[in-house]
């Protein structure tokens, strides 16, 4: 499994995901059970990587290959190990001037 070795720059998100069961009894009544054991899943959105064209082809590279389904390793700056993550979404390449590119990430932690 490949690594992941980038940061992101600026104005990345982290939120958890939650995974619940829900059941509905039609009077606004609802129940609420942990749908699974693993509840502290991360979703990190709105992660933008800045640099030269060389730089951000080279993560664009690196997404392209695992085309939102294979998982990698990534150590996020609020983990303490690196985990298993694929990318969510379509990455979105900026260039803004012909000497600096920026591309912005959606990744999701996986178990898989």
Not at 59 to 79: M, T
């Amino acid at each position: 499994m490949k690594t992941f070795k980038w940061q992101p720059m600026i104005e990345a998100t982290s939120k958890r995901q939650y995974q619940a069961k829900i059941q509905s009894f039609g009077d606004g009544y609802e129940q609420r059970q942990k749908g699974s054991p693993h509840t502290d899943l991360r979703i990190y959105e709105n992660m933008v990587f800045r640099g030269t064209r060389e730089y951000v082809e080279e993560i664009a590279n690196f997404v392209d290959e695992h085309a939102g389904v294979k998982a990698f390793l990534w150590h996020a700056h609020d983990r303490n190990q690196p985990r298993k993550y694929r990318t969510d979404g379509d990455p979105i390449v900026k260039f803004i001037t012909r000497d600096v590119w920026e591309i912005t990430l959606t990744i999701k932690e996986v178990l898989i």
